[in-house]
């Protein structure tokens, strides 16, 4: 039986073993800030700022490119081609690639609409993740189309 979204507890991000940028770039201060917020119709209330990450339902999973906790690689397919990550991508074009499964993130399209993200630089505080072996072509295909 799942936990209820209150009863669940964060990862301590020592176990994740992942940068520390993202994590700390999340202060007490950036969550009042988010929760004091009252510009719209609704309201953010629930922010707050744990010990570690809070793993996320995969439930409509395609439609939460980037991935990773990151956001350092554009496609699902991408992911499933490591350590092959794009070193800069474009994000948010919101044209849907359903072939690769994530939003459009190359071509003079995307760029237009988009911005860079480049994984590894320090003004995105985005790292590039390296994140196992490479999916044989059909593996991949198969898994995609799962």
Not at 20 to 36: E, V
Not at 51 to 69: E, I, N, T
Not at 76 to 103: C, E, H, N, S
Request: with cysteine.
């Amino acid at each position: 039986m799942p936990l209820a979204l209150e009863d669940r507890q964060p990862i301590p991000v020592e176990h994740v073993g992942t940068d520390r940028h993202r994590f700390d770039s999340w202060t007490t201060q950036a969550r009042d800030g988010f929760n004091g917020l009252s510009d719209f119709d609704w309201r953010y209330s629930h922010f707050r700022k744990t010990s570690g990450y809070m793993a996320q339902a995969l439930d409509g999973l395609w439609a939460r490119a980037p991935y990773l906790h990151n956001g350092s690689v554009p496609t699902l397919a991408d992911l499933l081609r490591a350590p092959a990550i794009a070193k800069t991508f474009t994000v948010g074009y919101d044209v849907y690639d359903q072939q690769r499964v994530g939003f459009v993130s190359d071509g003079p399209d995307s760029k237009a609409a988009g911005r860079p993200s480049t994984p590894g630089c320090p003004a995105t505080g985005i790292r590039a993740t390296s994140t196992g072996p490479r999916c044989r072509k059909r593996t991949s295909a198969c898994c995609l189309e799962f």
